[in-house]
């Protein structure tokens, strides 16, 4: 797409938009009126000190699953921005089959429904944009958009009424049975005989990382998968190659919603253990600079999850260290973020090309 | 008096009020889609120009000072958004989504790090913002039957800014309508080719575009927290920008037809509250957080032509590049 040889492509260009990104964002920190330097050894710091790994590779868990989402939809150039309705029915998901099968089902096989219900839920509420784009042309960024506000005002009212904690005024469920919480990595670890320090790092994070490899055989192993990459290339030649475009359309935003749900794993069955409101917390934003970052490659996404993992984890250590600086500063750097290596991924193209190009010509 | 008409002029009233800001985004967006330009990032505008206008109102006393620095906040934004999809021809949603972003960040960093105060600024005094104004005559009309309360009620004791909002429709309609400007601009969001075989540049005609939609952003931003609020607090535009963007398509890109489907939504949102606790026959208690979300469905379902047609300009979205 870029003309670009590919190690450029997939690996310079990244790492000059995310430094561009970090440019930009201390810009704004000497503006404020602190030592950039000094705030981004903070970052680093906070996230990688002995301890914080876990927290790291824990928000690292849900900008796979959110980034994964965002992916497969950018693979057939759809722009799924409803990953964030889409993981809040993945919790719903989990809350109805926990609240109605723990008392009779033994807790993991709950667990193992509660995960499908997940991923069930998430694709159901990603499959009517999909539908709705694929037979009857309407957007489906407006309409995703639209299905994020139909999905918070439709927690608000259930966890506000119908599946509230008894005899309790804040918007959440009753607690779920331990039975069926996802082990955390500190307990599996002692199991296996190592201590780890107690992070809210659990299972979830494995199923992260084998949905990464799931993702990478579907698209560049499977017949589905070349139709998607198709798709992304030209509608029209997918179409003319007998693609069923449409079918095509609708399963990829299926697949799609499908991993934004289970970021509810991690949340709702490994932390929060009830469904709370707000839970998603704009982690499928994230979601979408996680790929644009990682240019739409599992591999890249699994990269630049731990970039942002690592960003908000040591975000939150700002908070102590300085007094005009706040873990918000996360926010500005994954906004500028989608900027460089979004909107204005190739802007500098051509100046780079020329740079290392001509350069490894003339040593030729 | 009745107590019914008491009723329905409080209502009328908070639905200008609430719609107020949703009619100035919807302008914007529709200035900047009529021109070809998506905005997505009608939100973070919004949020942005909010912000400016409380600090500054705060740092400086003066309301104008304020307007002038959300006006100047969320242009800046626009020009991002422009320079991202007009110059570089970037993918114009993924540019909004990273605008939203920004300001949602932005504006809670730059608040702490001015006011600490856990991202909000403080509550401004009434010298400091837009107060209601009474129009002429109003307490000398208020006895006439229906229509004097209907004046004194709900015509005059807005603030300067929710006037601006009606009028910015007659304006855009005229701006795009009735001039040759407008007639360039909206020729470039359906067919960009033959402005540029005219010999107008597409690109100069679409950033005047979103320069338009940035200005009435920023009225927009300063009306939430220096007219209609007083103060800024953290996330404040809550999705108005988003609700704005539904009610532009809910009106087909229409400015009339935009302004009413903003006053129903501003309606819904006046309703809504009212409704809590109240038994329907059949139904039961109003679920008062499905019924706020029903301006979302309803544009869901326009969109999706099962009863009209909502048809975005032509060239929406596509990025223009110049044959040579």
Redesign the interface.
Known sequence: MTGLPRWLDIGVLPLVNLALALLAAAVVVVLVGEDPLHVFAVLLQGAFAPGALGYTLYYATNFIFTGLAAALAFQARLFNIGAEGQAMLGGLGIAFVCLSFETVLPGPLVAVVAIAAAALFGAAWAVVPGWLQAYRGSHIVITTIMFNFLASGLMVWLLSGPIMRPGQGSPQTRLFGEGVWLPAMHDLARGLGFEAARSPLNLSFLFALLACAAVWALIWRTKFGYALRAIGHSEEAARYAGIPVRRAVVVAMALSGAFAGCMALNEILGVQHKLVLNFSAGYGFTGIAVALMGRNHPAGILAASLLFGALFQGGAELNFEFETITHELALVIQGLVILFSGALAYMFTPWLARLLLSRSAARA | MPEVWIDILAVLDGTARLAAPLILCAMAGLVSERSGI?D?GLEGKLLAGAFAAAAVATLTGSPWAGLGASLAASVMLAL?HG???IT?R??????G??????????T???A??LF?HG?HTPALGPGERFSPMALPLSETLREVPVLGSLYAELVSGHNLLVYAAFLSVPLVWWLLWRTRFGLRLRAAGEMPEAVDSAGVSVPALRYRGILIAGLLCGLAGAYLSIAHGAGFVREMSA?KG?LA??AL?FGRWKPLPVLFACLLFGLLDTVAPRLQGVDLPLVGPV?V??V??LP??M??VL????FGRAI?PRALGRPFVKEH
Do not use: D, K, W
């Open positions: 998506v997505i991002v320079f991202a999809c570089h970037g993918e114009q949603i993924v540019s989504v990273a605008v939203n972003i920004l300001a949602l960040g932005m809670v960093v730059i702490n790090a600490r991202g999705g988003f963007l539904a398509i679920p957080a499905l706020s979300v979302y469905a544009t869901v969109l999706a032509g099962f975005p």
